[in-house]
């Protein structure tokens, strides 16, 4: 953790000043989901930039910034779980449409295949600022509350949370 916290303290003002959504995504988003997967012992396999096709007709195919899956097989897409959208013109409410798509997607995806999750879970970033969502059923909730890169271990330990409670029976709060 230590070493992501250096990582971040660095990194954060360089990504800031460059102000691209390309500097935010590799110099932030990327290395915070790289050590999710790093803290779930390569459990779960990281996608970043992988077009998800689902129902073109409905509109739910295209390319997905980051996709994290509950299997460990990183050579294709199984059983996506967590959408990660990068909020585009650092506006956190501009990427909840997308991201929301994405999930009803991942839902879709899932099922066509046979896998029955409790929920999908979304988040919009500007690397910055992380805004988690969740889809269960058909009903999609967003968290109030949006967690700044400065507190990365409660970041880290959302994103754990919401990839195991896949693997337990869910409480009706969303965290």
């Known amino acids: 953790m230590n070493i992501l916290k250096r990582h971040v303290k660095y990194n954060v003002p360089l990504a800031t000043s460059i102000h691209t959504e390309k500097a935010r995504s590799e110099l932030i988003v990327a290395p915070v989901l790289v050590e999710v997967i790093k803290r779930l012992n390569h459990q779960v396999s ?5 077009e998800l096709t689902v129902n073109k007709s409905k509109g739910l195919n295209g390319v997905c910034d980051y996709l994290i899956s509950l299997s460990p097989e990183q050579l294709y897409v ?13 506006n956190i409410k501009l990427g909840l449409s997308q991201c929301i798509s994405e999930m009803l997607a ?9 896998h029955q999750l409790n929920s999908i879970y979304g988040v919009v970033t500007t690397g910055s600022l992380w805004n988690f969502l969740k889809l269960s059923s058909s ?6 509350e949006e967690y700044h890169i400065s507190n990365v271990s409660k970041i880290l330990g959302i994103f754990i949370w919401m990839i195991h409670s896949n ?9």
């Open 46 to 50: 990281l996608f970043s930039g992988i």
């Open 78 to 90: 199984d059983v996506p779980v967590l959408a990660v959208v990068e909020a585009k013109n650092d």
């Open 139 to 144: 009903t999609v909730w967003v968290d109030r």
């Open 106 to 114: 991942a839902k879709l995806f899932n099922e066509n295949k046979g």
């Open 167 to 175: 693997q337990r029976p869910l409480s009706p709060d969303f965290v």
